[in-house]
């Protein structure tokens, strides 16, 4: 492994301009949101259709993906890597630790635009929507973030 050329700005640009239906959840859209946790990777949730089109646009960065578009589909996740980290679900569903069966395709239909610059913008899912997808583990720092959500909720709430 050797480090790539990686530039935040320009790989989500690269994600939005290849038609990908990718939200990016996880720490780092937190951070995005402004909220003080730390990550080291990216989490997106993909479309099960789009892998071929996320591989492709970010094969510019030297990320290589652990498994092929089938097996990555048989198995509902992947890994994107190379110096950089990118963790990609692909399942239709997930369900919460509580039971509550959380879908793509709804979380894309309710998605939020984050725009960065005044040309690059990234999909996440909405903040009710992100307090779901951290119940799907719910790790010690899973709950960290749900209450930090709750806050951001509150916050912006009337």
Known sequence: MHGSHFDELSFFAAIEASGAR??????RALVLLGLPVLTADYDFWLHFDDVELLNGAVEPF????????????????????NDEHVDVLI???????????????????????????DHVRVMIPTLADLRRTKRFAAREKDLADLRMLDVLIAEREP
């Open 22 to 27: 990718a939200l990016l959840f996880g720490r």
């Open 91 to 117: 399942a239709r569903t997930v369900p919460t630790v509580d039971g509550e069966i959380v879908a793509f395709d709804d979380l894309w239909g309710r998605r939020a635009e984050l725009w960065l610059d």
């Open 62 to 81: 030297e990320l290589v993906a652990t498994v092929d578009a089938a097996e990555a589909r048989r198995r509902g996740r992947y890994v994107l890597q």
